[in-house]
């Protein structure tokens, strides 16, 4: 199983990320993928995930604002986010499988 993530970077208040998550190594469509982060000195935090079906489940500090969606021709999934504030200044990993991958930097600063 790998996983691995893009699309973190520096962004402003109120800016919009579109987080990328490359799987291989499994049968994805089969699979649930979640979004998980991780902020500075703080435990893993799940934000979202996305069925096989593809319903979809967000943890309420991002409801509204991030959109969790799949590509199973590509095996990837994605990760939207918009409005974003400096509360989100994370790692944000991509699990599944209990796996996860190396994590991508998203910094919410002006």
């Known amino acids: 199983v790998q996983l691995v993530e893009s699309g973190g970077g520096l962004v402003q208040p109120g800016g919009s990320l579109r987080l990328s998550c490359a799987a291989s190594?499994?049968?994805?469509?089969?699979?649930?993928m979640n979004w998980a982060r991780q902020a500075p000195g703080k435990g893993l935090e799940w934000v979202s995930g996305?069925?096989?079906?593809?319903?979809?489940a967000y943890a309420d500090p991002m409801k509204g604002r991030c959109t969790i969606s799949r590509d199973n021709a590509k095996n990837t999934v994605y990760l939207q986010m918009n409005n974003l504030k400096p509360e989100d200044t994370a790692v944000y990993f991509c699990?599944?499988?209990?796996?996860r991958g190396q994590g991508t930097q998203v910094t919410v600063s002006s």
């Open positions: 996305i069925y096989s079906d593809g319903s979809t």
């Open positions: 699990t599944g499988l209990g796996h």
């Open positions: 190594g499994f049968t994805f469509s089969r699979v649930a």
